[in-house]
C-alpha cells in the first residue's frame, strides 16, 4: 500500500465517508480514509438515522442542517440509492400549555425559511392515524426524513473508491507527528504521510486531537434504542422518537446518557423508551420487542458541529458534530471547499474550534 497521499481523513464513518466522497469529486487520487474498525461498526451504524432539520435550536442551527437536508435528494443521485425517504417530521406534545412554545419556535423558524406548521390535535390524527388520541397538537414540518445508514455509508464508501480513495480498515492510529511540513500518521499497519489532515473521528476525536497536542472538546453520550418485529407499514412520518423502517420495523428511541464508550443496553432505559413508544403510539403496546443496541453519540461540548481549520496548523482539518447522518451531505461539501478553495460556499466561522478559546 502507498504511503504518501495528499489527504488523509481519520475516521470513516459517516462524516468522514462523506468528506472523502466529496473530496474524491474534485480530484481523483491522492485520499486515503483510515478507520480503527470498519465503517458502520460504530455510531453510525447504531442510530434511527433520522435527516432532521426540525426541532433544532436556535434556529441558524436548523437553517445549517436545512441546507445539509435540501443535498440528499441530489446525494442519491450521484451515490445511488441510499433509502432516503422525506417522509416529514411530527414533534408531539401533549399538553395544550406546549402550543405556544410551539408557535414561537414557528415564527423563528419562518424568518429564515423554514417552514413548521403548528397542528392541531385534529390535524395530527389526520396525518398520522395511530397517533395517540390524547395528543394536543404537533409541530410539523415537510423537510424531515431518514435515511438507511448502512446503505449511506456503503454508497459513499463504493463511489469514493470508484474515484481512487483507499480505505484502510481495522487499522488504529498510534500517533500524529508534523514532519517537514507534512503530518506523518503512525497506525497498527505502518506510517503513511500527508500534505493535508482531516480529523473526523467522531465519539474519538479528543484522543485523536491529543496526539497533536490540539484539544477537540468532544464528548460522549450513549443512545439506546428499541427495534420491533416487521410490522405493516402504518406510520406515514418520521417523529421525534421513533420512525418505520422499510422491512416494517419500528426504531424507537430518544436517550441519552453519559456512559463513556460503555454500549450495554439497560433496563431502565429500555422501559423509558417503550413507555415513550407506547405513550406516542398506543398501539405499539402489542408488538413484539426483537432486539436493542446502543449507540455512542459525538457529542461537542456546546452541542454544536465542530468544522473547518485548526487554529495555528497549517493544513489540519476538524469535522466533529452530533447529527453527522443529517450532516454529512453538507459537511463533506464544505470541507472539501476549504481544502481546495480555501474558503467555503457558506459560512462557518461560528462553528471553528476556536470559540473553545
Known sequence: METNYETIVIGGGVVGSGIAYHLSERYKEGVLVLDKKYPMSGTSGSTQAWVWVHNKTPSWYAEFSMYSAELYP???????????????GL???????DREKAQKLAESYRKIGIKIKVLSREEVLEKEPYMNPEVAGATYSSIDGNVNPFRLIDMYMRAAKRNGVRYSTYNRVTEIRQVNGKYLVV??????????????????????????GVKIPVNQLRGQILV???LKPFLNFT???????????VLMGYSMEEAGFNRATTLDVIQETANMAVRYVPGLRKAKIVRAFSGI???????????????GYENLYVAATHSGVTLSPLIGTLITELI??????IPID???????G
Request: net charge negative.
Open 340 to 345: 481546495m478553495d480555501g474558503e467555503t460556499s
Open 74 to 88: 441530489y446525494l442519491s443521485k450521484k451515490i445511488g440509492d441510499v433509502e432516503y425517504k422525506r417522509t416529514g
Open 239 to 249: 417523529i421525534s422518537g421513533l420512525r418505520q423502517a422499510n422491512n416494517g420495523e
Open 297 to 311: 453519540r459525538a457529542m461537542p461540548e456546546d452541542g454544536f458541529p465542530i468544522l473547518g481549520n485548526v487554529p
Open 228 to 230: 420491533s418485529e416487521p
Open 187 to 212: 497506525s497498527d499497519k505502518g506510517a503513511f504521510e500527508c500534505k493535508n489532515l482531516i480529523l473526523a473521528g467522531g465519539t474519538w476525536s479528543r484522543e485523536i486531537g491529543d496526539m497533536l
Open 91 to 97: 414533534s408531539p406534545f401533549f399538553n395544550e400549555s
Open 350 to 356: 461560528r462553528y471553528s474550534l476556536s470559540r473553545f
